[in-house]
């Protein structure tokens, strides 16, 4: 269904459970930081309100859409690491990753390259690890569709993000 014909922040909030061990890792793209900033606060808010603790959430930056994937895996890189090593060296290895991102066509075709790149990639990695990496990235015409989907009159694609990770949990 076309987003402009949905609340991007509607959903029912239903009992996930206790989500106090829950980790989730978070990787947000510096590129269309306004929109990405506003995608950020939607996820952590839902989070939150859903029950996962601040300190079991792990937040990284990478400067564009393209490195969300490098950053994803980055994330699940000690997963074979036994439980002692982790807890030793303070490492959160996240049952489910979040990618925020915010492509805005432009006059060339790097729209494409990204946009295929990054769905391909996230896909990529949460097979490989299988574990959940949710697609958080608006791809939009333009800015206004980036604003509206992201805190505006679609609602927050970062909250639709959040939850799509509690749900695949
Ligand atoms: C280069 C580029 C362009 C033109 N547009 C965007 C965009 O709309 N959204 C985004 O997240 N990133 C963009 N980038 C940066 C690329 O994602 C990437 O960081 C660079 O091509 C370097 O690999």
């Given at each position: 269904m076309a987003t402009a014909l949905k609340n991007l922040s509607?959903?029912?909030?239903?009992?996930?459970?206790?989500?106090?061990?829950?980790?989730?890792?978070?990787?947000?793209?510096?590129w269309n930081e306004q929109i990405t900033n506003a995608l950020f606060q939607g996820t952590m808010e839902t989070l939150i309100k859903e029950g996962v603790k601040?300190?079991?959430i792990v937040v990284k930056t990478v400067p564009g859409s393209f490195e969300l994937t490098l950053g994803a895996q980055k994330m699940f890189k000690?997963?074979?690491?036994?439980?002692?090593?982790?807890?030793?060296?303070?490492?959160?290895?996240?049952?489910?990753?979040?990618?925020?991102?915010c492509v805005i066509q432009g006059e060339t075709r790097h729209f494409d390259f990204i946009c295929n790149a990054v769905a391909l990639g996230i896909t990529e990695v949460g097979l490989r690890y299988d574990r959940p990496v949710i697609f958080g990235?608006?791809?939009?015409d333009n800015l206004q569709q980036a604003i509206d989907r992201s805190g505006g009159k679609h609602g927050n694609k970062?909250?639709?993000a959040a939850i799509t990770a509690l749900k695949m949990l």
């Open positions: 509607e959903y029912t909030s239903s009992g996930f459970g206790d989500l106090s061990q829950t980790r989730i890792g978070i990787v947000v793209s510096e601040t300190e079991n000690d997963i074979y690491q036994d439980d002692e090593y982790k807890k030793a060296l303070g490492i959160i290895v996240p049952d489910a990753v979040i990618c925020l991102g990235v608006l791809t939009t970062g909250v639709e």
